[in-house]
């Protein structure tokens, strides 16, 4: 049986020996076996971390920058394999995996461009022959602890800008699909990262925990449930490091009666069964505003009823199983609460079955309509192809409904009226606003986060936002002896 340890020091390592399984969802079979690191495993972690730390921080930005050069070039030349970790892990089709490592990709690009991000700011004479100057220094240890969904996503939202900025990184990814991080540091050290600067740490609670109240770490960035992201920011704030924690979220699609209707059908047929529903930017509520209702439904169960629903190894697959059998029954539960609740199942994914994937956790595309804003599939996160349809009467009931709902991950609107959008961009108090397009994720250079529940903390991931939260910003004041006028100053100088 395969085993996924620990990457240390620029080998693959472990000390303890506890494991627990890693399954193919398609199958519901036991394909490896994953570490769950102890104490022990952990301190050699941060041993290798601060060892690499000094060196690595005063190497010039221009020289980590040849690095992530030459990583870039080896993600692209590993994308099939590394894509192929992510779908024989979590599930999702091939196709999706290859873009989410894409879509990692463009955050190494973009810390490619390091020595031009870490440009200071500099001002000639802020007082008589006196000049100041700011820079961004390294924190030191960053640490990432991440999801199952985007098992080669949401860790380079991370890493590459920490490492980028002269930090080391220590990555602790989900125990349900860790094969993906280790390929992905294996591909950083044959890039030229010295040993010990990216290392991966595998593991549950113990290892978070011990990640949270480690002198050693400076930084805490997270990604995954809302409960736990709000535990993460409140321990790692106690401890006096910088956090940054993405939650969960409950996005909603807006469809205005003078929507493209075929359009928007599209949008939320991509956005919330894609990838089995399992990415914090699907589309769980569909807002019908007026008239369009119908129509609306009408269309999206036809497509719906169509979608292929196969394990990744199918080419025509449109979606895959979800992650875990406690996960599918989540689901099917959430389902029948719909239904006690009174929301009307239109299409309904339970008992869905594959012959020779009887045992994998495969659910179908599930539509509900009639769905309020007091039912609990509304309020709670699913996190599965299930998508709920509000009816509202007019754009203002949906602005509010947006608005009320605690998670401010993503939304979208479908129309064609500009002052609408102009009024639904300015007035959503969500973090990414789409118009006309289902899933508003930001590219590498603009910046990923939410708002309310979706985020604790006060940077977002990647883009400049990344830079600023894996650096200290410094200022210098500075004066030449010649300049200066003997004796003291008792007054603060204003010139
Ligand atoms: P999760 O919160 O269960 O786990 C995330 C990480 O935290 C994992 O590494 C896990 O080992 C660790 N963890 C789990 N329970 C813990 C605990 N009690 N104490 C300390 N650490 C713990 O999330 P998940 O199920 O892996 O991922 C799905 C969730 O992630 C969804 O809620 C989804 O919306 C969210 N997500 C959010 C974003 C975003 O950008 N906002 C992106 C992707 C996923």
């Known amino acids: 049986m395969n085993k996924i340890v620990n990457y240390v020091n620029g080998k693959k ?62 993600i692209e030349k590993n994308l099939e394999e590394l894509a192929t970790l992510v779908s024989t892990e979590h599930g999702k089709t091939l196709d999706d995996a290859k873009g989410s490592v894409t879509r990692g990709l463009e955050v190494v690009e973009f810390a490619c461009g390091i020595p031009h991000l870490l440009k200071g700011e500099f001002s000639q004479n802020v007082g008589s022959n006196i000049d100041s100057w700011s820079v961004r220094q390294p924190l030191g240890i960053s640490a990432g602890i991440t999801p199952f969904n985007f098992p080669a996503m949401v860790p380079m939202w991370m890493y590459p800008i920490s490492i980028a900025c002269g930090n080391s990184f220590i990555l602790k990814p989900s125990e349900k699909d860790p094969s993906c991080s280790i390929k992905l540091a294996e591909l950083f050290t044959e890039a030229g990262l010295p040993d010990g600067v990216f290392n991966v740490i595998q593991g549950d609670k113990t290892i978070v925990d011990l990640i949270l109240n480690s002198n050693d770490i400076s930084s805490v960035s997270f990604v995954g449930s809302t409960p736990v992201a709000k535990y993460i920011y409140e321990t790692s704030a106690k401890n006096g490091k910088r956090v940054q924690a993405l939650g969960g979220a409950k996005n909603h699609l807006v469809v205005m009666p003078d929507a493209n209707l075929s359009q928007a059908v599209d949008g939320i ?134 608005n009320d709902h605690p998670y401010g991950n993503g939304t979208s609107i479908y129309t064609s009226d500009g002052e609408v959008s102009r009024n639904f961009t300015t007035n959503t108090e969500i973090g990414m606003v789409g118009v006309n397009v289902p899933i508003p994720v930001p590219m590498a250079f603009h910046s990923f986060g939410g708002w309310k529940q979706s985020l604790f903390g006060d940077h977002a991931m990647h883009g400049m936002e990344g830079i600023h939260f894996y650096t200290k910003l410094k200022t210098v004041t500075s004066r030449w002896p010649k300049s200066i006028k003997s004796g003291p100053e008792f007054v603060l100088p204003t010139n």
């Open 269 to 402: 047929i991509g956005a919330g069964y894609g990838s089995a529903g399992e990415r914090c930017m699907a589309v769980s509520v569909a807002v019908a505003v007026g008239e369009i209702a119908d129509e609306l439904v009408e269309n999206i169960k036809n497509k719906a009823s169509k979608l292929k629903v196969a394990p990744w190894t199918d080419k025509d697959s449109d979606m895959g199983p979800v992650i875990s059998k406690e996960h599918k029954e989540k689901i099917e539960n959430y389902i029948s609460i719909g239904i006690q609740e009174g929301a009307k199942l239109i299409e309904d994914g339970r008992n869905y079955n594959i012959q020779g994937y009887e045992n994998g956790y495969f659910l179908g595309p599930t539509l509900f309509d009639n769905v309020t804003k007091e039912m609990t599939i509304y309020k709670e996160e699913i996190f599965g192809p299930v998508v709920s349809v509000v009816r509202v009467k007019n754009y203002e009931e949906a602005l509010s409904l947006v």
């Open 13 to 74: 390592n472990n000390i303890s020996e506890k494991f627990i399984s890693v399954y193919n969802p398609s199958t519901g079979e036991e394909i490896s076996k994953v570490l769950l690191s102890q104490k022990e495993d952990f301190e050699d972690v941060i041993k290798s971390s601060k060892d690499s730390q000094a060196s690595w921080s005063n190497t010039t930005p221009l020289k980590r920058s040849r690095i992530l050069s030459n990583y870039k070039n080896l």
